[in-house]
């Protein structure tokens, strides 16, 4: 890829809370490459004319709320997880045209492994969107089975239906902060709606024995954090997906291939952590 390709950015909206270019920018110095990595807020309207324009200085693109759906019709190719989950987060820009890739699936396996979760059976899923899709299918990677899906619009979850019959993982779609009848406790509670534990109740026996995987980091910790925390139960956050996300993304951003480990991989993380202290 040519070297003169060297801006990047996360787009979305809104994205000034964002920390994707503080951690972009720790990994590209510990890389020694002298990339810029900014944040540009964007609308889905927005976005066709916006990727149109780029130039041969742009080398990527990070993608986050509401535009993981809004790019695919941008996309020239796309990594099979995309088609997969049906969303991407990542756009590599190069002569090759506008390719797009899904980091998040990989980034939230990691995560849960980190954590010491390293198989899950049932998971009660909040929100429907384009981030949901891709905790759905990692779910599906630790042999997750069955799914409940919370989802304030319970029409607009039907892709998360198929996506679980694809999957084989049996989803079933409840209104927003209806209670699950059948008094399963599922293996992991997966928020990805910012700011839902607010108007969210769990008993303490799901909050102690469920791993809450919450996606928000900023606030942090979230209000459904804290419960968590106070009922003693185990809590991953946000901030673990942001960093194993964005590991996949570098590797797309420096050499188009999201399993090629970086130079020195290991001291990048670590770089990059140390710039969310």
Known sequence: ?????????????????????????????ELGLAWEYSAIEMTGEELPGFVGALDEGWRGLSLTMPLKRDILPLLDSRHPMVDRVGAANTVLLSDDGVRGFNTDVRGAVEAFTEAGVTGLQSVHILGSGATAASLLVAAAELGASSAIVSARTPERASSLVALGEQEGVDVVVRPWGVSDRSLRIPDAVISTVPGSGSDLVFPDAVRQASVLFDVAYDPWPTSLAEAWAAAGGRVISGLDLLVNQAVGQIRVFVAGDLEQPLPNESAVIDAMRAALA
């Open 1 to 29: 890829m040519s070297s003169r390709r060297t801006r990047l950015a996360v787009l979305g909206a809104p994205i000034a809370h964002s920390l994707s270019p503080r951690i972009h920018a720790a990994a590209y110095r």
